[in-house]
């Protein structure tokens, strides 16, 4: 089974970018499509954006379109998430993980992560 671990949380102010890193250790990372997820305090945890095994193919969630980016390197077994424009409501802790499918029911496979927190300062 493949391991997913996250990193480069932080803290950033309002407007200011952060990327966030998923590194694979175990299985083949180049055939699986993999997500990111956030959960805020006090809410569900959310999708946030997926790339399909090849990278060829990438979805968002609707708070994020247009201000995050995901992107994966096979070769390098890491997928990473660009964010741009931080809100204050993007604070969480973001998780990746393993999907179904990238594009389509986006449901994630495998048990979760410690995450990384994102706090966005206003």
């Known amino acids: 089974q493949v391991r997913l671990v996250e990193s480069g949380g932080g803290l950033v102010q309002a407007g200011g970018s952060l990327r966030l890193n998923c590194s694979a250790s175990?299985?083949?990372?180049?055939?699986?499509?993999v997500g990111w997820f956030r959960q805020a305090q006090g809410k569900e945890r959310e999708f946030v954006a997926g790339i399909m095994w090849d990278g060829l193919a990438k979805s968002y969630g609707d708070d994020v379109k247009g201000r995050f980016t995901i992107s994966r390197s096979n070769p390098k077994r890491t997928a990473w998430l660009q964010m741009n424009r931080l809100k204050v409501e993007d604070t969480a802790v973001y998780y990746c993980n393993r999907l179904d499918h990238a594009l389509y029911r986006k449901t994630p496979l495998d048990s979760w992560g410690q995450g990384t927190q994102v706090t966005v300062s206003s």
């Open positions: 175990g299985r083949s990372f180049s055939n699986i499509d």
